[in-house]
């Protein structure tokens, strides 16, 4: 029951941080970018479960711990040099993040699936991630809004990925 509680709170703080990265780009609408991430982080997400079922299976709880932790380092290191204040996140030219934001979300469906979980759990694992997106993107907002002229608000996204970095290791 433990590792279904962290495994949960580790794709909801993923949702939580990809989802507070658009509300820090004016230029993307909100309905817009939120319905292309969901595709681009829920697919994979299921993917990596059923592939993950289907053929990761075997592979030791604490490999894909270290592997998603590296992943998120990865992540970090990425999204703080491709942080720009003027475009936030996502520039315009490129779709490396993109990608990434997806091998991430695969990723983090094999580890669902390396755990054991049934597929039934994907009904619940689905609008969990959705919700983090969402409460990510209004989390953002609020703290632009009430916390306007400090500077360091921009990286709670890199904070929150610090953050489920070292949730992958317990």
Excluded: C, D
Aim: no cysteine; glycine share 8%; net charge positive.
């Amino acid at each position: 029951m433990m590792n279904f509680l962290i495994v949960m709170t580790g794709i909801f703080l993923a949702g939580l941080s990809i989802g507070t990265m658009p509300a820090l780009n004016a230029r993307l609408s909100f309905p817009f970018i939120y319905i292309f991430l969901l595709t681009i982080t829920i697919l994979p997400l299921i993917i990596g479960i059923i592939i993950g079922a289907a053929f990761f299976y075997w592979l030791p709880i604490f490999f894909m711990k270290i592997s998603l932790f590296l992943f998120v380092l990865l992540v970090i290191v990425y999204f703080f040099k491709a942080y720009h204040p003027s475009f936030g996140y996502f520039p315009y030219q490129g779709h490396q993040h993109w990608i990434i934001i997806s091998l991430f979300y695969l990723l983090l469906g094999i580890e669902f699936a390396a755990y054991g979980f049934s597929a039934w759990f994907l009904l619940l694992v689905i609008p969990w991630a959705a919700g983090g997106m969402f409460a990510g993107f209004i989390l953002m907002n609020k703290l632009l809004i009430h916390f306007r002229f400090l500077k360091l608000i921009h990286f709670v996204p890199i904070f929150l990925f610090i953050v489920l970095a070292f949730l992958k290791l317990v």
